[in-house]
């Protein structure tokens, strides 16, 4: 079936963010009409982790998040310090800050985009195993409290809408499918 051509006339910078820039896009549809659609440019990308001890469970990260005004259980990640940045270089990276453990073996698990409707932002996640002790490095202005789970538990918290990061969900469901 042959898709509708849509094609893109310009876009306006509306708003340049620290981490994301906010643009509008002006559209011509297949009936020739115009219209205005929000786009926001993730400049650089991002890596995440799933961090899995010798037990079995998965260490998490608590934090607080302004969009949702509360805090979130999620998998450690960040973005890329630029945009040639290696994911894994950056999964590795993220680890040891947030969570104070390293790992000489990253394995990658998968890349998704989180938001496709408006975002363009790209996560690749990595696995690590044979975790080595180390210590935190958190950012200015991060706060983050250190939880482990099992695979289990984090499921269940899926299901009950307590865990609702994109990136979390994909990858905790991904690492229980493919190893589990």
């Not at 509008?24 to 650089?44: A, F, Q, T």
């Not at 104070?100 to 394995?107: H, K, M, P, Q, W």
């Not at 180390?134 to 695979?151: M, N, P, R, T, Y």
């Given at each position: 079936m042959k898709q509708p051509l849509i094609k893109r006339i310009k876009r306006e910078l509306e708003h340049e963010g620290a981490i994301v820039d906010f643009y509008s896009d002006y559209m011509e549809l297949?009936?020739?009409?115009?219209?205005?659609?929000?786009?926001?440019?993730?400049?650089k990308g991002a890596a995440a982790v799933v961090p899995v001890l010798p037990d079995g469970r998965i260490l998490?990260?608590?934090q607080y998040r302004n969009a949702l005004e509360r805090f979130?259980?999620?998998?450690?990640?960040?973005?890329r310090d630029s945009k040639t940045e290696p994911t894994a270089e950056c999964a590795a990276r993220e680890l040891e800050e947030e969570t104070g453990y390293r790992c000489s073996n990253l394995?990658?698990?998968l890349s998704l985009r989180t938001t496709v409707a408006?975002?363009?932002e790209l996560v690749d996640v990595y696995l690590a195993r044979d975790l080595i002790p180390s210590h935190q490095h958190l950012d200015e202005g991060e706060f983050i409290d250190l939880e482990a789970h099992k695979v289990e538990e984090l499921c269940s918290l899926i299901y009950?809408?307590?865990?609702?990061?994109s990136k979390t969900v994909a990858a905790i469901m991904a690492y229980k499918n493919k190893y589990l």
């Amino acid at each position: 079936m042959k898709q509708p051509l849509i094609k893109r006339i310009k876009r306006e910078l509306e708003h340049e963010g620290a981490i994301v820039d906010f643009y509008s896009d002006y559209m011509e549809l297949p009936d020739g009409k115009i219209e205005k659609w929000d786009y926001v440019e993730h400049r650089k990308g991002a890596a995440a982790v799933v961090p899995v001890l010798p037990d079995g469970r998965i260490l998490m990260v608590r934090q607080y998040r302004n969009a949702l005004e509360r805090f979130t259980l999620e998998i450690p990640a960040g973005a890329r310090d630029s945009k040639t940045e290696p994911t894994a270089e950056c999964a590795a990276r993220e680890l040891e800050e947030e969570t104070g453990y390293r790992c000489s073996n990253l394995e990658f698990l998968l890349s998704l985009r989180t938001t496709v409707a408006f975002c363009n932002e790209l996560v690749d996640v990595y696995l690590a195993r044979d975790l080595i002790p180390s210590h935190q490095h958190l950012d200015e202005g991060e706060f983050i409290d250190l939880e482990a789970h099992k695979v289990e538990e984090l499921c269940s918290l899926i299901y009950q809408g307590v865990i609702q990061d994109s990136k979390t969900v994909a990858a905790i469901m991904a690492y229980k499918n493919k190893y589990l």
